[in-house]
């Protein structure tokens, strides 16, 4: 199956400061790909559909100047957490869409990044 | 708007028995099904999926059942296994969308 892969898996830093995640498709190239935040025990919360080469397409209550999404190429998106504050501290979920072929259409995520601001 | 319920948050079953887990759905144009497996700290990882021309599909332990005019679906898995203890997604998709939608979730334990 298709690999996406994240970095990094965790992240520590300091309120105020901006952390940069990476999403990449490693075996396909990804047209559109997806960031999810996931609190505990709660479900995949689908934050932004990220399109390479245009915006992001963010959902309703996000906001786009604190989440910045940058897809530049077919097989990477960035989501950068500027000025982070401790409430945003989360499990970060990427994903790509594999389009549809043959009535075939998945998402394939990443592992995750833990990002935990002091 | 949930238009993906799971309505069972969590699930027990014994190693060995089947296993039932269920999603509901209310968007009708919705014509492409998923079950995702995730463990704590990992990404969900793609199990199985269904087409809504299908009523079921199988792979090993695993089988996807489609009711469309109950707008529901199910995962059977059989027999279940400890390591088969997770968090499963239910999710959809729409021909004419982008976007996956996601049920919330239901956490199975399978006990030894």
């Known amino acids: 199956g298709a690999v996406v892969s994240q970095h990094p898996s965790w992240v520590i830093c300091k309120s105020g400061t901006s952390v940069k995640i990476e999403c990449r498709s490693l075996?396909?190239?990804?047209?559109?790909m997806f960031w999810y935040r996931q609190f505990p025990k709660q479900s995949l919360m689908l934050m932004a559909t990220?399109?390479?080469?245009?915006?992001?397409?963010?959902e309703q209550g996000v906001e786009k100047d604190k989440f910045l999404i940058n897809h530049a190429s077919l097989t990477l998106s960035t989501l950068t957490v500027t000025s982070a504050h401790p409430e945003d501290s989360s499990f970060y979920i990427c994903?790509?869409?594999?389009?549809?072929?043959?009535?075939?259409?998945?998402?394939?995520f990443g592992p995750g990044t833990r990002l935990t601001v002091l | 708007d949930q238009q993906v319920k799971q309505n069972s948050p969590s699930l027990s079953v014994q190693e060995g028995r089947i296993s039932i887990l269920n999603c509901d759905y209310t968007?009708?144009?919705?014509?492409?099904f998923l079950w995702y497996k995730k463990y704590p700290a990992e990404g969900p990882t793609f199990l199985i999926s269904i087409s809504s021309i299908k009523d079921k599909n199988e792979d090993g332990r695993f089988t996807v059942f489609l009711n469309k005019s109950a707008k529901h679906l199910s995962l059977h898995i059989v027999p279940s296994q400890p390591g088969d203890s997770a968090v499963y997604f239910c999710a959809a998709s729409a021909r004419t969308g982008n976007q996956f939608y996601f049920g919330t979730g239901t956490s199975l334990t399978v006990i030894p």
């Open positions: 994903s790509a869409r594999v389009p549809r072929t043959g009535r075939t259409d998945t998402q394939y």
């Open positions: 968007n009708s144009m919705f014509d492409y």
């Open positions: 990220s399109n390479e080469g245009s915006k992001a397409t963010y």
């Open positions: 075996d396909f190239q990804a047209t559109t």
